[in-house]
């Protein structure tokens, strides 16, 4: 692979790290979820760095930015926008709502009714929004990077399987090792790194990068290998559910995409095995004594589904 592109990466991935310290697999998967044209569900504990690492990438591209707080009074409007009548010109015009960004950080997206949790869905599937009989297309790049806390349940609405498929990976942030969270502790002495971050793409090398993503050469062999995960989800017996053609594409896209962070210009085995799980373990629906149970579980189950099926050589 030509070295601009790889250039490009290892800036935006250390100008993120200036802010978000000690996260460089979190940070990496976002970067290969922009990348792969995609979305990211971000669920952990409060205070960990969700809302800082969906800030700091935005600030890190030279793209708009927005922040939804998600509340139970939220309204689809309140999203993506409706129209207002002008006394002056006696005509109705659209309104543009804060989904209208490149980069989206929906926050604490289960706070908020179903009804307005579908708002998102046409924008994260199509990159539009159809209001008042006409579509609206979003920015280029547009990203949506979603944030919950998965330990409070009270008041809040949990994402419907078809809201969770649009994202290409559940991530967990996670807390940091001592001396990352000490260098935290003085690196917040005057003020927020993150407002400090200045852009280090334009809009358009991320659309550029995005285009090269899909031009990663992928053996017929890798395709196979991605195939027998997926259709091993599909026969396990703790699984009413398994990963859909979207979950497919979606790994396929997310492996091309991290061949493209790591610096080649092809997929290999580790791209899929590597990514299987925070791209596939929010799509399955389990049965029996798992069923609505912990996250951990479920991605354990995964994960040994993902090791059962040989790895091409």
């Known amino acids: ?30 970067i290969i979820a922009l990348l792969a044209g995609e979305h990211v569900l971000l669920e952990d504990v409060p205070g960990v760095g969700k809302t800082l690492l969906g800030k700091a990438l935005a600030r890190s591209i030279s793209g708009s930015f927005t922040r939804i707080q998600f509340t139970p009074d939220l309204l689809p409007a309140d999203i993506t926008g409706g129209s207002i009548y002008d006394a002056r010109t006696k005509e109705f015009s659209f309104d543009r709502g804060p989904v209208f960004a490149n980069v989206v950080l929906a926050d604490e997206i289960n706070r908020t009714t179903p009804r307005t949790q579908s708002a998102l869905l046409e924008a994260m599937s199509e990159n539009q929004v159809s209001a008042d009989g006409r579509t609206f297309p979003l920015p280029s790049p547009f990203m949506v990077i979603a944030t919950q806390n998965p330990l409070e349940f009270e008041g809040t609405y949990p994402l419907p399987e078809s809201q ?22 003085r690196s917040h002495r005057e003020g927020e790194p993150v407002e400090q971050l200045g852009p280090v793409l334009t809009v358009d090398q991320v659309v550029g990068l995005q285009e090269a993503v899909r031009q990663m050469k992928v ?38 995409a991290a061949a493209m962070v790591a610096g080649r210009d092809y997929v290999v085995p580790d791209d899929v095995k590597e990514l299987a799980v925070p791209v596939l373990a929010h799509r399955v629906i389990t049965k029996g004594y798992l ?8 991605e354990a189950l995964v994960q040994r589904l993902v090791d059962e099926v040989c790895a091409p050589e």
């Open 1 to 30: 692979m030509p070295n601009e592109p790889l250039k490009l990466i290892g800036e935006l991935e250390r100008n993120i790290g200036r802010a978000v310290l000690g996260k460089g697999d979190v940070v990496r998967r976002c």
């Open 164 to 185: 969770l498929d649009r994202f290409l990976m559940r991530i967990s942030v996670g807390y940091p090792e001592r001396p990352e969270e000490l260098e935290v502790l």
């Open 219 to 256: 053996d017929e062999s890798i395709d196979e290998y991605l195939l027998d995960i997926v259709h091993t989800t599909r026969e396990c017996d703790d699984l009413h559910v398994g990963v859909s053609i979207r979950g497919a594409l979606a790994l396929y896209r997310a492996s091309q």
């Open 291 to 298: 069923h609505g149970g912990q996250r951990g579980a479920v």
